[in-house]
């Protein structure tokens, strides 16, 4: 990436996103090793490109994940306490004991000149093996096919998530809003 640091490069994205794309560049960590970033949460990470990037450990409580591509990422073990992922894909990602109580992995709703267009989460194939997915706004997230065993799903919204395929063995549903898939 040309020498530049991390934080550099962030700041560049930053100004990707807040200029709708007209100054700075769009971020991509695809492949990258990312487990020694500090403070990485004090980053606006909004539509990065990370696909197979390595989160393992990180300290991700309150980020700002919403738009990006992270599918087959590595967030085992990760602090992802009220971090907002909205519309991003985490096809195939691995959240195993992740701390994700809060998050929101609801829609995003884009404002369009002919109407408006939801942008859901893609969660298909993760494996949220021992995650904690308790208070989390799960509406119409799709997670088809993740592995939710003994996974913790306590006062979450989950109407209209997609559950088709899922692993529920020992997956605890506790005064969920919305129906107990299965």
């Not at 490109?49 to 309150?62: I, M, S």
């Not at 087959?72 to 519309?87: I, M």
């Amino acid at each position: 990436h040309l020498g530049k640091t991390l934080p550099e490069l962030l700041e560049i994205h930053t100004q990707w996103v807040e200029s709708a794309g007209k100054r700075g560049q769009q971020l991509d960590l695809s492949g990258y090793d990312l487990r020694d970033v500090v403070d990485f949460n004090s980053y606006s990470l909004t539509a990065v490109r990370a696909v197979e990037g390595n989160f393992l450990q990180q300290n991700l409580k309150g980020a700002e994940l919403q738009s990006g591509v992270f599918d087959k990422g590595d967030f085992r073990d990760c602090n992802l306490r009220g971090a907002d992922l909205r519309a991003s894909s985490f096809k195939y990602a691995n959240f195993a004991r992740a701390d994700l109580r809060g998050a929101l992995l609801c829609p995003l709703e884009f404002q369009r000149e002919v109407g408006s267009q939801k942008q859901r989460v893609d969660l298909s194939g993760a494996n949220f093996r021992y995650a904690d997915l308790s208070d989390c706004d799960l509406r119409e997230c799709i997670l088809m096919g993740v592995d939710l065993t003994g996974a913790v799903i306590r006062g979450s919204d989950v109407r209209k998530a997609a559950f088709t395929g899922a692993i529920l063995d020992g997956t605890i549903f506790d005064s969920i809003v919305g129906d107990v898939p299965g």
